[in-house]
């Protein structure tokens, strides 16, 4: 409980800085489960090998998009 005290703090101390972190892990997080997903279902041999740089790209459009949403 105190973490949820502790976020819900920081979304009125620093707005944001709070979305554009939490939208960039969540983007984060969602790339990464979509990639282990498809590597997971893919036939052996031809699974992709995971991609960085396609998270760090998610990782920034999140970002970004917590600055958006916040105006929105």
Do not use: C
């Not at 105190?2 to 707005?15: E, G, I, M, S």
């Not at 800085?17 to 960039?24: C, D, E, G, Q």
């Not at 997903?37 to 052996?44: D, F, G, H, N």
């Not at 699974?47 to 105006?71: C, E, N, Q, S």
């Amino acid at each position: 409980m105190n973490v949820l005290r502790a976020y819900d703090h920081l979304l009125v101390a620093r707005p944001i800085i709070t979305k554009s972190l939490t939208s960039a892990v969540l983007f984060g997080a969602g790339d990464y489960l979509g990639q282990y997903l498809e590597r997971r279902s893919a036939a052996a041999g031809q699974a992709k090998p995971y991609d960085i740089k396609r998270t760090v790209r998610m990782v920034g459009w999140g970002a970004a998009f917590g600055v958006l949403a916040h105006g929105w």
